[in-house]
């Protein structure tokens, strides 16, 4: 069992930063594939950013460019900075852990965080 705990999110003007973090719990997030999704009001989750044990990672176009997902697995942790944000993407963001890569598209896992809102307004 992991249980994983988002935090970072909050309100930021179009054009600026933030960084997301997931903390897992248990010493075996080392070996799973995790990812961010995001889900805006009234809209489907979706997905956002991957990273494998070793470290090869995927975006969605949307953030591609922009975004830059990462891990740290001494500290059981993955990280999301988000630049350049956008009123667009505002949304709750959550963490993803034990997934998979099929044919170079993430499909999520289980384990699921409660969510960390961000907001984009000015």
């Known amino acids: 069992q992991v249980q994983v705990v988002e935090s970072g999110g909050g309100l930021v003007q179009p054009g600026g930063s933030l960084r997301l973090s997931c903390a897992a719990s248990?010493?075996?997030?080392?070996?799973?594939?995790a990812g961010w999704y995001r889900q805006a009001p009234g809209k489907q989750r979706e997905f956002v950013a991957a990273?494998?044990?070793?470290?090869?990672?995927t975006y969605a176009d949307s953030v591609k460019g922009r975004f830059t997902i990462s891990r740290d697995n001494a500290k059981s942790t993955m990280y999301l900075r988000m630049n350049s944000l956008k009123p667009e993407d505002t949304a709750a963001y959550y963490c993803?852990?034990?997934?998979?890569?099929?044919?170079?598209?993430?499909?999520?896992?289980?384990?699921w965080g409660q969510g960390t809102q961000v907001t984009v307004s000015s």
């Open positions: 993803n852990v034990g997934g998979y890569f099929i044919g170079g598209v993430y499909s999520s896992g289980n384990y």
């Open positions: 248990g010493s075996g997030f080392r070996f799973f594939v």
């Open positions: 990273i494998t044990p070793g470290g090869d990672t």
